[in-house]
């Protein structure tokens, strides 16, 4: 008897779907996959609020027990729905240890309770973070910004570094609460010297620019823009106006050039802030190349 050729397509499908050894189907295995991630993401979760925990003297015995059985569970056994089960298990267990530890004799919360959820909520890194954005804000708007370090670097330069840095544990704390509802990389006291490291960078980041100028080479007519107010505008500068002839303008509002083969000009005030900005704010990345650089020296 022969097949109808509308089937072809439904078999071929089936075929896709089915091994021919009768293992899992494609659909079954993605399944799999995705429970077993999700059995990594609750232990990862489980794990740090279990190290929070004993960090605060709570007796979490009990659902460490559970905790390393749902580790086993998973890894040895490859039993994630199993591993699942018992995670949960273990975070009642925790539950039950802080609501032990909730009250005092007053009714009024104990600070091992309160610090628990401080330090999981990462809000300790965000005070942190807000109190050094204040100190270096209170710099910039009280403090006389004519002041210079060393006689060459202005004292703005490492405080919107400092204010940099600040931004930076501030948005890594509340990323961490994002990603996994506990904070990760913001939960030891490394990262108070951030905003101070950034006041160093801050000032070799304005040496460096106040060092460096925006140039395009070329051998026609030189163009050195200093102390002009107003509105300066040049056209045709193919050749020199008149021979070796050298315009000067400083302090210029607005300043327009076309056909000038070479220009130079100091990297202005506005740069320099923004560039101490970024730099503060990635003080974190500076240190890791730093210390990758210092270990292949």
């Keep these: 008897m022969e097949e109808d050729p509308s089937d072809q397509p439904e078999k071929s499908f089936k075929k896709e779907e089915s091994r021919d050894d009768g293992g899992p189907s494609i659909s079954e295995l993605k399944d799999e996959v995705n429970m077993r991630e999700a059995a990594e993401g609750r232990l990862t979760k489980l794990g740090m609020l279990l190290e929070i925990a004993e ?25 994630a729905l199993e591993s699942m089960k018992i995670s949960d298990r273990s975070n009642s267990e925790l539950t039950a240890a802080l609501n032990h530890e909730k009250y005092d004799l007053l009714s009024f919360p104990k600070w ?54 600040s931004a930076q ?13 506990v904070v990760q990389n913001y939960k030891r006291v490394w990262y108070t010297a951030l905003p101070f490291l950034a006041a160093i960078f801050g000032f070799i980041a304005y040496i460096l620019t106040d060092l460096g100028e925006v140039v395009v080479a070329g ?3 030189s163009l050195t823009a200093s102390n002009i107010t107003g509105n300066l505008t040049l056209f045709g500068l193919e050749q020199p106006l008149l021979n070796d002839t050298t315009l000067t303008a400083t302090g210029a509002a607005n300043l327009t050039a076309q056909k000038v083969e070479s220009f130079e000009a100091a990297v202005g005030d506005n740069m320099r802030m923004a560039v101490c900005f970024i730099v503060g704010y990635a003080t974190n990345a500076f240190i890791d190349k ?7 020296i």
């Design 55 to 79: 960090s605060r003297g709570l007796d979490v015995k009990s659902a460490k027990e559970f905790y390393n059985s749902s580790r086993e569970s998973l890894y040895q056994d490859k039993n």
């Design 112 to 165: 091992t309770y309160i610090s628990f959820f401080m330090a999981k909520y990462g809000l300790f890194s965000l005070s942190y973070g807000m109190i050094a954005a204040v100190f270096f804000g209170y710099i910039l708007l009280y403090s006389n910004m004519n002041k210079y370090v060393l006689e060459t670097v202005p004292l703005w330069a490492p405080a919107i570094a400092g204010l940099g840095a």
């Design 169 to 181: 544990i501030m948005v890594g704390t509340v990323d961490d609460i994002k990603a996994t509802g």
């Design 219 to 221: 051998d026609g007519v």
């Design 290 to 296: 730093l210390m990758k650089l210092s270990k292949n």
